[in-house]
């Protein structure tokens, strides 16, 4: 028996699922909301240590990833970081910017998801979490089979929270349309599921590799980096050419290399490709070496004026360490430079989904109108978010994809 029909059903209540529910219902749908969870937005509650890395006042498309990242110019041109902060400053939610325009709650994430969920709500959209998705099907409409009797959100009256209706057993809706939001494979520990990839490819949708990504690397265990757990530093890497030309803390870790310079390029690493790591962005060391003041200096005791000596023991040769840099030839210096300057690195791979930030590929952006975020395949049907072959930079590039994304389908339904 069908429980109630609707204009659109949403599975997912992410930032980008809340984002669609929103505009869907601001142009009077009438809309669902479907959520394993207990409560919305829990990835953006994680987010950017409980404050919500929302945006970024930067946004191109070059900072974004995927098969096709031309895919997200429409909606960002929709939805700017202008648009976002107009939203954040209409919600009385204040915010801080940070390096590189990372742009956060200036208290905390809870203030925006409590925002997007009391303006669904007030705007007539209906919520229910704590179910299992078991089936979704189509005839002439989205059937949405799910297996247990959910407890619904409470809806604010007066002040007042309403009491919750009881019950169990197999629940059936419908819809016009369904907007399949449900995020990708990273951080399963909140949630994350593969719900929405089945979804996609039951309707004949293919779905490029996934992988992590925004996540740290695993070195191989003879490799110089390894048991350099709790070093810091700010570095600049490189991968086939490419890389962030910023000075980004790198970490050390007891399974290879982490922290935000090595998450942000993990988003275009490939198996075998070699990253190449600046330790010292901020110093020209062979000028460093030219200085006569510096001529009577160890090697190893020069370095350490700017590196950490745990490092130094690790990355430069025994045999040019305890040398006076005055004794140094030409292929000497330039050696220990690259040392320094451009250390070649092989990862083994990335750590796992647990460990990444964002899942990199999804379903294809060949397969999806980017003026509408609407199925080629199946009309009606509709994909937003990170469960898209599109993956942010780190930084708010994300959650900024997701609201940009869940915008345009909103706006489109």
């Known amino acids: 028996m069908v429980e109630k029909a609707y204009d ?8 980008s699922g809340l984002m669609t529910a929103i505009q869907a219902a601001g142009r009077e749908c009438r809309v669902l909301v479907l959520d394993h969870a207990k409560e919305a937005g829990k990835k953006l509650l994680a987010s950017g240590g409980g404050k919500c890395n929302v945006t970024n006042r930067r946004i191109t498309v070059s900072d974004y990833f995927g098969m096709n990242n031309v895919f997200c110019k429409y909606a960002l041109k929709r939805f700017t970081t202008n648009t976002a902060l107009t939203l954040l400053q209409n919600a009385d939610i204040q915010t801080e910017e940070r390096d590189y325009g990372r742009i956060f709650c200036k208290k905390n994430a809870n203030e925006i998801v ?4 009391h303006s669904a709500e007030s705007s007539g959209v209906h919520f229910v979490f704590n179910t299992n998705i078991s089936e979704v099907s189509y005839t002439s409409c989205f059937r949405v089979k799910c297996e247990e009797r959910p407890f619904e959100t409470p809806r604010l009256q007066q002040g007042r929270k309403q009491s919750q209706p009881e019950g169990s057993g197999e629940q059936l809706y419908e819809g016009s349309c369904l907007l399949v939001a449900t995020g990708g494979l990273a951080w399963p520990q909140i949630g994350a599921t593969n719900l929405g990839y089945v979804i996609a490819r039951q309707f004949g949708h293919k779905i490029i590799p996934l992988r992590p990504a925004l996540t740290g690397f695993v070195l191989a265990q003879d490799s110089p980096l390894m048991n350099l757990q709790g070093v810091t530093l700010d570095v600049q890497l490189q991968v086939k050419g490419k890389g962030f030309m910023v000075e980004e803390p790198l970490l050390f870790t007891h399974k290879g ?12 690493w490939e198996k075998g490709d070699v990253v190449t790591i ?3 962005p901020s110093k020209n060391l062979i000028s460093q070496m030219h200085e006569p003041s510096n001529g009577k200096c160890i090697v190893k005791n020069l370095l350490t004026q700017f ?3 745990r490092l130094v023991r690790a990355v430069i040769p025994d045999h040019l360490s305890n040398r006076k840099v005055a004794g140094l030839g030409k292929a ?8 320094i300057h451009s250390f070649p690195v092989c990862p083994d791979g990335v750590e796992g989904f647990s460990k990444a930030e964002a899942t990199l590929g999804g379903v294809s952006t060949d397969e999806i109108n980017p003026k509408t975020m609407e199925s080629l395949l199946q009309k009606g049907l509709f994909f937003s978010g990170e469960v898209i072959d599109i993956i942010g930079k ?3 590039y994300n959650i900024h994809w997701a609201f940009a994304s869940g915008y345009v389908a909103g706006q489109s339904v």
């Open 8 to 15: 659109l059903i949403i599975l997912g209540a992410g930032a």
């Open 114 to 117: 409590s925002y997007l969920v």
């Open 257 to 268: 290399i982490s922290g935000p310079s090595v998450l942000q390029v993990s988003c275009f």
């Open 278 to 280: 600046n330790f010292l």
């Open 307 to 309: 590196l950490p000596e």
């Open 332 to 339: 000497d210096r330039r050696i220990i430079a690259e040392c």
């Open 394 to 396: 780190l930084g708010g």
